[in-house]
Every structure is written in structure tokens, then in C-alpha cells.
């Protein structure tokens, strides 16, 4: 099986760019995010204690996304490939990640990092919250928030996957189809 991970700072374009993914090579798309938010609609108790965390651009604990990206690997047993976006968001994550792999016999294929600078960060972001309304999106406080959240936990993977041998970066300044083609181009 394969494991791709969509790597990248909020709004780098990793939901875009899945999404296209997904029609083209029939992987199973797992957005941490989109799950959170799918649990949030639902009313789920794990969802309540994440919104909280969410809305202010905190990360939620790492067990609680670690739980739900296993249980998403039993469910799905006869797909292409798994596209991982938004996971795994801090080192600890990776390490789990890595040993639930190899307890399956299997390892993560490769880390596409789609790269954009923070000043990119703030203003997609900011268009995006008119169109999507995500409470996280919603001021410049919290955006703010999620891009030092993204510094201080989620930047120091890909020096483990540096490390693995397992990290390709490119640049997430351009056209959806150039990004798109870049991306096609590693897988
Ligand atoms: P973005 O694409 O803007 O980075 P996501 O939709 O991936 O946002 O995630 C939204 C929020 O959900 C994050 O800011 C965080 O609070 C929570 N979240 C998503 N994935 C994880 C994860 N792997 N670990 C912890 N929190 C997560």
C-alpha cells in the first residue's frame, strides 16, 4: 500500500491539491482537519472538546487525531493508496505513525511539502474565510495563531522525514495546475 502525506503551513493548498490527487490516482483522501470538522457537525463529544482547541488555532491532543487515522486504516482496506493531509501535524504523531506502519508490515512512501511563505499564510487564509466561513479562519489572532502553532510543532517533521530520507519539498507559489503537475511528477 502506499502512504503519501500532503505536507505544507495552513493554506498552503493541501485540501486544493488533494482533492485533484484523489480524482487522478483514486487515493483515499484522510484530512485530519475535515474529520475534526465532520465530528464538530455531528455533535460527537470528541468533537465538542475539539472545537474548543480548533476556534482558537490550538492543535487537539495527538492521540485523539492518532485514534482516528487508525481507525480510518481498518475501515479502508481495499484502496489504492492512502493521501494523508493535515497528519501528522507534530514529531510524536510521525513516531506513532511509523510504528503503526510497521506493525502492518508496511512505511510511508513519501512527504510532498508544498511550501508557501506566512505573509502567502495570512492573506490565502483571509480570502479563504469569506468563501468557507471556518471559525478558524476568522480573525488575525487566530491565523496567527495556527502559523506559530505551525513553527513551533509541526515544522520540526520534516526534519524527521529529512531524515528518512523520505522529504521532497516544492514551491506552493503558483498555479493550482502548476503545483498539481509538480506534485504528479514525485508520485
Ligand atoms: P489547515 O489546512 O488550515 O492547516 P486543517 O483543516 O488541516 O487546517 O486543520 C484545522 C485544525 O484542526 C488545525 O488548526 C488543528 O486545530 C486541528 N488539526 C488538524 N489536524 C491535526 C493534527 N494532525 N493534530 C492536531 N490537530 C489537528
Known amino acids: 500500500m502506499k502512504y503519501f502525506i500532503l505536507f505544507g503551513p495552513p493554506g498552503a493548498g493541501k485540501g486544493t491539491q488533494a482533492a485533484k490527487l484523489v480524482e487522478k490516482f483514486k487515493f483515499k483522501h484522510l484530512s485530519t482537519g475535515d474529520l475534526l470538522r465532520e465530528e464538530i457537525?455531528?455533535?460527537?463529544e470528541l468533537g465538542k472538546k475539539a472545537k474548543a482547541l480548533i476556534d482558537k488555532g490550538s492543535l487537539v491532543p495527538d492521540e485523539v487525531v492518532e485514534g482516528m487515522i487508525a481507525s480510518q486504516f481498518e475501515?479502508?482496506?481495499?484502496?489504492?493508496?492512502?493521501?494523508?493531509?493535515g497528519f501528522p501535524r507534530t514529531t510524536a504523531q510521525?513516531?506513532?505513525l511509523d510504528a503503526m506502519l510497521k506493525a502492518r508490515g508496511e512505511e510511508v512512501t513519501s512527504v510532498i511539502s508544498i511550501m508557501i511563505p506566512d505573509e502567502m499564510v495570512m492573506e490565502r487564509i483571509?480570502?479563504?474565510?469569506?468563501?468557507?466561513?471556518?471559525?478558524?479562519?476568522?480573525?488575525?489572532?487566530?491565523?496567527?495563531n495556527r502559523i506559530s502553532t505551525y513553527h513551533a510543532k509541526t515544522e520540526p517533521v520534516i526534519e524527521f522525514y529529512k531524515a528518512a530520507g523520505k522529504y521532497q519539498e516544492i514551491n506552493g507559489v503558483g498555479t493550482i495546475e502548476e503545483i498539481f503537475d509538480k506534485i504528479c511528477g514525485i508520485i
Do not use: Q, W, Y
Not at 457537525?41 to 460527537?44: D, L, P, R, S
Not at 483571509?126 to 468557507?132: C, G, T
Open 41 to 44: 457537525k455531528n455533535g460527537t
Open 94 to 96: 510521525a513516531e506513532h
Open 126 to 144: 483571509r480570502s479563504r474565510a469569506l468563501i468557507e466561513g471556518r471559525a478558524d479562519d476568522a480573525n488575525d489572532e487566530i491565523i496567527a
Open 75 to 85: 475501515k479502508n482496506t481495499s484502496v489504492g493508496g492512502f493521501l494523508l493531509d
